[in-house]
Structures are given as C-alpha cells and as structure tokens.
C-alpha cells in the first residue's frame, strides 16, 4: 500500500513562493497535486509520469513546476509568483495502474489509490 507524506506549505504574501514536498513510500506509476479551496471542488495542479513528463492546469502554467526525485521518492511543487486565488489545501496523490488502473491524464489522475494528509497553502493581498 502505498503512503504519502506531505510537508512544507504555509502562509505568504501575493507574489511569493512556497514549495510543497509528498514523500512516498512504495512504487507509483505517475503521481500529482490537487488543491481544494474552500466551497469548491478538488482540483488536479500538476502531473509527473515516471518518464518525467509533466503536466499543469492552466491556472498555474509558469508560475507552479513539479518534480520528483526518484531516488529519495519524493515529489516536489515549486510555487512561484503566487496569487490570492491559489489559497487552498493542497494534496499530493499517486496512482499505481497495476493496482487500480489508475493513470495520469492531463493535469489530473485517473483512480489514484493514496492521497497525502494535504497542507494548507494561504496566499494574502
């Protein structure tokens, strides 16, 4: 069964950055980051198949980069130039297809089987 441990997260002013960490432990087939903002549905940001090719939402193209590192097992999001409309908590998520068929598509994931706890990321004016 694969687990996820997310840190990082916080509180920053409009135009700053944050970066966001998800450690896994187990094999994954592709991994990502949604976001939930209050009153509003879950949301996939980013993506990261194990080939290393990525994908994001459009609200956060150029401003947001994923990234893993498969020898530590662990998966990035750097957040920069950071606005209000970003405020949510944010979780990373991982699908393994020989388990449930789960895939990455576009920025989302398709039948993820583990969810990390989610961090709150709060972006002020």
């Known amino acids: 069964q694969v687990q996820l441990v997310e840190s990082g997260g916080g509180s920053v002013q409009a135009g700053g950055s944050l970066s966001l960490s998800c450690e896994a432990s187990g094999h994954t087939s592709c991994m990502g980051w949604f976001r939930q903002a209050p009153g509003k549905e879950r949301e996939g940001v980013a993506t990261?198949?194990?080939?290393?090719?990525?994908n994001y939402a459009g609200s956060v193209k150029g401003r947001f980069t994923i990234s893993q590192d498969n020898a530590k097992n662990t998966l990035y999001l750097q957040m920069n130039s950071l606005k209000p409309e970003d405020t949510a908590i944010y979780y990373c998520?991982?699908?393994?297809?020989?388990?449930?068929?789960?895939?990455?598509?576009?920025?989302?994931?398709?039948?993820?089987?583990?969810w990390g706890q989610g961090t709150q990321v709060t972006v002020s004016s």
């Open positions: 990261i198949e194990n080939d290393g090719s990525t």
């Open positions: 998520a991982a699908a393994s297809y020989w388990k449930t068929g789960g895939y990455c598509s576009s920025s989302t994931i398709i039948h993820p089987n583990a």
